[in-house]
């Protein structure tokens, strides 16, 4: 009777584990890459979104989903800037930072911007624009993250040669 009872303890607490959001912060902070419009100026407001594309990213944005969003301002005096925090449940795709300001946006990730797996639950998620080293739409500088005209001449869109379209972590699970 009391390994049944260990048993169903063990079960709960991995249940319990499972059912957590994960907090998430993600930042362009003082000392990290700024956001710059394609002239190479820091923008002074726009929209950050963090998100998923069960697609191709694309500029147009079809098959984005937002997970959050933020705006861009002056942290300390300085212009293109932001941070923000939320909780979200566990999903198996990559994420993206879309970036738009005007008639311009950047569309940025980085290779592991994936959830974290069960035992990092906890301490959830730091994304950096430091961290950003894939453009899908805009460039990556040293010390920028720059947007690109969204309506004009369109920048080549790297194009996914798999047949899956949602970029996925192997081994990670979905909750809902």
Not at 3 to 12: G, K, P
Not at 45 to 56: E, R
Not at 151 to 167: D, H, L, R, T, W
Request: charged share 10%; hydrophobic share 45%; net charge positive.
């Amino acid at each position: 009777m009391k390994s049944i009872s260990i048993l169903i303890t063990v079960v709960l607490s991995i249940i319990n584990i499972n059912a957590q959001t994960i907090p998430i912060n993600y930042i362009a902070g003082i000392g990290q890459r700024c956001v710059v419009n394609a002239d190479g100026m820091p923008v002074q407001s726009g929209i950050v979104m963090l998100g998923v594309f069960s697609g191709i990213p694309n500029y147009r944005l079809n098959g984005f989903s937002q997970l959050n969003r933020t705006s861009i301002r002056s942290i300390f005096g300085q212009p293109g800037r932001f941070a923000a925090s939320f909780q979200c449940n566990p999903i198996d795709s990559k994420l993206f930072l879309v970036i738009i300001s005007g008639d311009q946006i950047g569309i940025f990730s980085a290779a592991d911007w994936y959830m974290p797996e069960n035992d990092s639950i906890l301490t959830g998620m730091q994304l950096t624009t430091d961290q950003l080293h894939e453009s899908y739409y805009g460039s990556i500088g040293a010390d920028y993250v720059s947007l690109a005209p969204r309506f004009g001449n369109p920048i080549a869109i790297p194009q996914v040669k798999a047949k899956v379209v949602i970029i996925r972590k192997p081994g990670l699970r979905i909750w809902n």
